[in-house]
Nanobody, 122 residues
Framework: QVQLVESGGGLVQAGGSLRLSCAAS????????MGWFRQAPGKEREFVVA????????YYADSVKGRFTISRDNAKNTVYLQMNSLKPEDTAVYYC???????????????WGSGTQVTVSS
């Protein structure tokens, strides 16, 4: 059974930065491509960014390119999301998930965790 726990969210002003963490269980973490998704109030969950199992390749949604950076530490079973130049439209609950390496933006685990709230004030 895979357990994913997000943390690091909070309240920041527009233009500020925040770093999210996703701690994963399982000894095969280093074989999983991982991704971040987000869901804003009243909107559908959307893909944000993904990273290959080795960390060698990354895939970003156009809306966050140049502002967000995904990384991972396989020794710690953790994936990170560094968010810079935050905008009010980045306000959402952020979730992590295993992603299909063939499509990158498709979550592999049907059940989502609690996520972590990111609120950007204007």
């Amino acid at each position: 059974q895979v357990q994913l726990v997000e943390s690091g969210g909070g309240l920041v002003q527009a233009g500020g930065s925040l770093r999210l963490s996703c701690a994963a269980s399982g000894r095969t973490f280093n074989s999983w491509a991982m991704g971040w998704f987000r869901q804003a109030p009243g909107k559908e969950r959307e893909f944000v960014v993904a990273i290959s199992s080795s960390g060698g390749r990354t895939y970003y949604a156009d809306s966050v390119k140049g502002r967000f950076t995904i990384s991972r530490d396989n020794a710690k079973n953790t994936v990170y999301l560094q968010m810079n130049s935050l905008k009010p439209e980045d306000t959402a609950v952020y979730y992590c998930n295993i992603v299909n390496p063939l499509t990158w933006s498709t979550p592999a685990i049907a059940s989502w965790g609690s996520g972590t709230q990111v609120t950007v004030s204007s």
